[in-house]
Structure formats: structure tokens, C-alpha cells
């Protein structure tokens, strides 16, 4: 008898023990703690001013490295994170992507393996004013072209060096993916054009105390660069992977002709839109859930019933305030009004910007092999059309298997400052298909180390050999 009273109340106790548990839960899972352990909040965070006058202001978030290669961070490297778009939030590629912490489909974060912030400080920008938590005041605040979205990210990072004045010595690289392949030259090309007038002492009185921005390299996935031959890609990468029939094929073609040829008149706005709707009919004629990855049966960041799980995660009151964003902003993945704006830029290149970085610093450019839109036909059309004087050896040059842990990873190739590199297994999303291969892949291309041996030169080994 005793012994069954006992056993009674070890259940009552247990019991209460889960009550009181499951309520304990329950609290935190509605607070701050629990949306954001302490030690997933960023180590800076907030606005980087672009007009005073305006009062348009970019937001950003800055992961310190989490196991630096040495002690004295002033020598560790930085990353700048460009989303594409044009128009979408670099919170993408921060809770989805290449950031320390992940937000999965049941609003938690969890932490990734592959964070890009393992040995290097990792910044996030929403750019340009408009896009993500980035404040634009008015409409005419928000850039229509590279040069203005450059002009208003150097500003931006400028500030960013100000506020930490101790990161201004540290390698500094511009990466970013999709249409950040139009972003990421434009803007390494204007760090560079800035350098040179500061070394050239033009305007040495104003700039004294102006932070000089660094540039040892940059990165593009999956990118957008050069239109008027990526856009030729798509129907025939269509066609041969059976996703479309012959017909469909010469239908497609003849849009793309259509592109081509409102480019060539400089009719930016109706080249942009030919684009749209060869796209659009690439999608419809295919059925696939998106063209970013020919395998997906959702989009990037999605229920099943296609709504985004990042949406309601980013506009809860506690994440925004955790991450020091304006309570009053709505965020949305990727900003009409933006791509409204950006209209007449679309369609315009900036290979010759590349060209022109080639001579000075390195460039990886990588694609995901699955990526339909600007997956890895789509960069060798452009490439095909490289001006620089390393191109004919680049192109020459043989393709290697990359392995990584005796598994293939990729397949790599590179001369002098150029390597390119595709990521089997992935889509248009490199670093949230492939986490790990892609931290391996920037890790190994920062640090000079061959992903094959002697094939792969990263900044540090072109810094010794090939630049002039
Ligand atoms: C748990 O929460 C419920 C509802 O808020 C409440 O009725 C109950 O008393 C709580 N239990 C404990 C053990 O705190
Ligand atoms: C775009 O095309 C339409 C008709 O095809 C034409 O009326 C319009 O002027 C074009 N837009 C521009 C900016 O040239
Ligand atoms: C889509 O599914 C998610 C998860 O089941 C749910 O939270 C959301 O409310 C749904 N959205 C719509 C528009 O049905
Ligand atoms: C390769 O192996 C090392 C050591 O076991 C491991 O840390 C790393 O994550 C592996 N890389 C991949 C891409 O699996």
C-alpha cells in the first residue's frame, strides 16, 4: 500500500514537473530569449547613414569571426554580403544562407555549420535604401543605376569604418550573389576608383579623415553580370535537360533576340521586360517551382503552400528589436518599389567593370549547377566574352575535379586572378544548398589554399605571383 501511494504521488510530482515545464516553455518561447539566444544577436548592428539631408540610412548586421585563424583581428579578413534582387534583403543570406544562425520553417533559429563567419567578420548590408530593413524616405532616394547604388554603398561603409574604427586595416572582400553580380563590381570598382585619388593626393585635405575602404577581392554566385549573352543561355540549357521541346525552344529564342536587340537600341526598359516575360514562359512551358533550382518542388524559403517562412519571423517585434532593426518597417524578402526603380539598369552590363578589377585584385566567380536563371552556362556565355589579358589562358586552362574529403564537391579552374568554381549538388542559393562545401570553397579561395593543388589561386597567392 505504501509503496502504491508512493508510486501515486511520483506521477502527481511528475506531472507537475511537465505542467510546470511545458509553461516555462511556453513563456520563453514567446520572449526574446528563446527567439534569440544571447549568443546568436550579432556583434554590431543598425544604420550606416546615406543622406543626411534625406535621412535615408542602410541597415546592416556585423558577425564577428567566431574561430579566427590568429588573435590580433586587426589581420583578420572581412566579407561585405550583397543580396540580388534588385531590391531583396541581405537577411536573406544571413538567416537562410551564409549567416552564423538559420531560421527554419518552425520560426527558430538554429545554428549553421557553414557559416561564412568562421574565420572571417561577416557584414550583411540591405542595399540599396529601400530594400529589407534600409530606410528610403522617398522614393527619389532609392538608385536607379550602379553608379548611384556604388556612390550611396560607399557612403554607407564608410560610416560603417567610422563607427569601428579598429576594422579599417582588415582585408576587406565584396561578395554576393544574383543580381549582386551587378553590385559587386560596381562597387569594388569604386573602392578602387576612390583609392586611387586618395593616392593620387587629389582631394587629400577633404579626405583625411575619411576612412580609406579596402578592397583584396571579390566573389559573385550565381550572378547576373553581363545580359545580353546570359540571357541566351536559358532556353537552350531549357532544351537539353528536356525541360522544354523544340518548339518551345525557337518560341524562347526568339525572345531572347528580342532582348538582345532592345539592348542594342538602349531600350533599357523594354529589354528588362523581354527578359521578364522569356522567364515567365520558361516558367510556365516548364512547371517547375522555381528556375533557381531545376530539383526544388517549393521556392528558396517557403511553406508548401508557398508562403514565406522568413517573413513572419523577421517581423516579429522581439527579432527586429534583437537585431536593432526599426520596429516601424515592414520587411519583405525582396522590394517591388526597388525593382520598380532599377528597371532601366537590368539589362546593362558590368563585365567591363570586371575586366578592369582583373588587373588588380582577385575574382571568384561560382555558381550552384542546378541554378536554370544564372546557373553555369549562363557565366561561361560571358566568359566567352571576357576582354582581359589573362582571358585566352583562362579559357584555355583545364577544368579539375574539386574534391573535398575524397567526395566531389565541384569542379574548379582558374588563371592568374580569375577562378571559377561549380558547386554540384546546389541551386541558384549556393550557400543554403551546400553550407559547408561553400564556407570550404571561401575559406580555401581567401586563404590561397588550393582546392586542387597548384589550380585554385586565391588572393593570397595572387597577391605574391600575378598581380603587377
Ligand atoms: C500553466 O498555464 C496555465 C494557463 O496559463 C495555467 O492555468 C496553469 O495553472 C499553469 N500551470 C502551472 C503549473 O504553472
Ligand atoms: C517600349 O516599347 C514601347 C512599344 O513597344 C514603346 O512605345 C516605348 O517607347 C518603349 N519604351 C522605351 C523606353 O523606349
Ligand atoms: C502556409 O503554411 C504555413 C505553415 O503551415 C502557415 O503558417 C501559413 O499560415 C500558411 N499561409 C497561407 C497563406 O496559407
Ligand atoms: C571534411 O572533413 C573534415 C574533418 O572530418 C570536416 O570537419 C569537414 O566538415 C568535412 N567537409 C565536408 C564538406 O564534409
Known sequence: MARKSHIVLLVIILHFIALVRRNVS????????????KEALPTSSGYLTVNENSGARMFYVFYEAISPATEDLSKVPLILWLQGGPGCSSMIGNFYELGPWRVNEDQHLYKNDGAWNRLY?????????????????????????????????????????????????????????????????????????????????????????????????????????????????????????????????????????????????????????????????????????TLLDIRRKTDYYTYENGSSFLEPFLNKHAVKKAIGADISVTWVDCSSLVDNRMQNDIMKSTKWMVEALLHRVPVLLYQGQFDLQDGVASTEAWLQELEWNGAKEFLASKRNLWLVNETLAGYVRSYETLAHVVVVDSGHLVPADQSIISQTMIESWISGLNLVKNVLLGPDVVSKQALK
Do not use: C
Not at 26 to 37: K, R, T, Y
Not at 205 to 211: E, L, R
Not at 230 to 237: G, I, K, L
Open 26 to 37: 511556453f513563456d520563453v518561447a514567446g520572449s526574446e530569449e528563446f527567439l534569440f539566444p
Open 121 to 289: 567578420g561577416l557584414l550583411f548590408v540591405d542595399n540599396p535604401v529601400g530594400t529589407g530593413f534600409s530606410i528610403a524616405p522617398n522614393e527619389e532616394d532609392i538608385p536607379s543605376d550602379e553608379e548611384k547604388l556604388a556612390s550611396d554603398l560607399f557612403t554607407a561603409l564608410q560610416a560603417f569604418f567610422i563607427k569601428h574604427k579598429s576594422y579599417q586595416s582588415r582585408p576587406f572582400y565584396v561578395m554576393g550573389e544574383s543580381y549582386a553580380g551587378k553590385y559587386v563590381p560596381a562597387l569594388s570598382y569604386r573602392i578602387l576608383q576612390e583609392l586611387d585619388k586618395r593616392n593620387s593626393g587629389v582631394n587629400s585635405m577633404g579626405m583625411k579623415s575619411i576612412p580609406a575602404v579596402r578592397l583584396d577581392g571579390l566573389a559573385i554566385g550565381n550572378g547576373l553580370t553581363h545580359p545580353i549573352a546570359q540571357v541566351n543561355s536559358y532556353a537552350p540549357v531549357a532544351y537539353y535537360i528536356g525541360l522544354i521541346d523544340n518548339n518551345q525552344r525557337l518560341s524562347l529564342e526568339a525572345k531572347a533576340e528580342d532582348a538582345i536587340a532592345k539592348i542594342n537600341q538602349k531600350d533599357w526598359y523594354n529589354a528588362s521586360i523581354a527578359r521578364g516575360e522569356l522567364l515567365n514562359s520558361l516558367s510556365q512551358a516548364s512547371g517547375l517551382a
